[in-house]
């Protein structure tokens, strides 16, 4: 109950840091901070380039001993538009859940991490541990997982050695082993304005915009009808998708400027550069036409998001670990993409294990239920457990 109670307290003091990504976290990093100072443990933080936000790293035990990483992220998505009933900001408990922005996306895991920090020191003041534990929050992974790769670039140029990484993204507590990557591009084509009776002397753009979208779904097509499989994923196959675009000014002009965002996810093993790639060579195209009319035509590319795909090191120490303390657990693999792929490109081997249902994530009303938390206390605990030394 003591655990319990600790975990709720934290998650309720999380809960009220409006932690939404175009805003800082850094009152909540300073609060986490202050908190683990409190029971004599550092932290080390890395800044965005403006200084408005920051990852926190800390470490338990001794630092030369490999660590078992709790991760999770900090910033969560906007209620705008969303009809709540409770407030988002705060905790709100009705019987057997809470919530608020977050709760489940993952503030929930991050509760539970900071309230096992003093059962952890007492279980090493009884026994040696044969790992260190860190914890690790990080900025803008709902925007891209933007933030944590300054957080592990500065762990890989400290050389902390690093046993494996437990992402507490909300899977009730089920091992997700898999997950698809992610990318977007942005398309900006310019083509040349005309009044709108005299359209062979313009250029316009949204139609050639129009050109690479559906050559776009075509490829999506070709995905689903002959693309590689993975059973393990309920979207089995890549998928691609055009999900923003803006151009024109009225009716009556032929439209000089049109842009849209273009969606991959794709799955390990898979290279989304063939799709870009066959975009770009399309564009290519088209550009040659619109620059007959247009020599100033332009069609330019951006990559805004590229969030590489999670595969689970069949072998590792941290594989062992979760699959001995989630036995008879399916293993799953999903279609949303976590900081897993981060922490998997820099060769640290990871699992994607937490409190609460990714169902309720981003949505109005989100929540997670008090028997998750419970459950994933006691499973730290037992994890700790694990980790003294034999």
Not at 349 to 359: L, T
């Amino acid at each position: 109950m003591a655990t319990q109670a600790l975990t709720t307290d934290i998650l309720s003091r999380l809960l009220a840091f409006d932690t939404t990504s175009r805003d800082s976290n850094l009152a909540l990093i300073e609060w986490v901070a202050d908190w683990l100072a409190g029971y004599g443990v550092q932290s080390t933080l890395t800044f965005n380039d403006e200084g408005s936000k920051a990852n926190l790293y800390a470490q338990l035990g001794d630092p030369a001993l490999p660590a078992i990483i709790l991760s999770g992220h900090t910033d969560v998505v906007p209620v705008d538009g969303q009809q709540w009933q409770f407030p988002p900001f705060g905790m709100t408990q009705r019987d057997d859940r809470i919530y608020g922005r977050g709760s489940a996306d993952m503030k929930g895991f991050i509760a539970c991490a900071l309230a096992a920090v003093p059962r952890w020191q007492q279980l090493a003041t009884q026994q040696p541990m044969a790992r260190s534990l860190g914890i690790a929050l990080s900025y803008d992974e709902e925007i891209g997982c933007l933030g944590v790769g300054r957080l592990i670039d500065d762990l890989l140029a400290r050389q902390l050695p690093i046993a494996g990484c437990i992402i507490g993204e909300p899977t009730m507590m089920r091992p997700v082993i898999a997950h698809k990557g992610i990318a977007h591009y942005r398309v900006r084509l310019r083509g040349r304005a005309a009044h709108s009776s005299l359209t062979p002397q313009g250029v316009n753009a949204i139609e050639y915009a129009a050109k690479l979208i559906t050559h776009i779904r075509k490829l999506a097509d070709t995905e689903q009808a002959f693309g590689s499989r993975h059973p393990l994923y309920d979207v089995p196959f890549a998928t691609l998708q055009t999900g923003l675009i803006a151009g024109g000014n009225a009716a009556n002009i032929v439209p000089k400027d049109c842009e849209f965002v273009f969606e991959m996810r794709w799955l390990p093993g898979d290279r989304h550069e063939r799709f870009v790639e066959s975009v770009r060579d399309y564009a290519k195209v088209l550009l040659a036409e619109m620059q007959q009319v247009a020599p100033e035509a332009d069609i330019r590319f951006e990559q805004l998001v590229n969030c590489p795909p999670f595969e689970y090191s069949p072998g590792s120490e941290i594989t062992r670990h979760v699959e001995a303390l989630c036995q008879g657990c399916s293993h799953d693999a999903v279609a949303y993409t976590t900081e897993a792929g981060r922490f998997h490109e820099a060769g640290i081997p990871c699992v994607v294990c937490g409190p609460g249902s990714i169902e309720q994530a981003h949505r109005p009303d989100e929540y997670v239920s008090v028997a998750q938390l419970a459950a994933c206390d006691a499973w730290l605990d037992q994890l700790f457990l694990r980790l003294r030394q034999a």
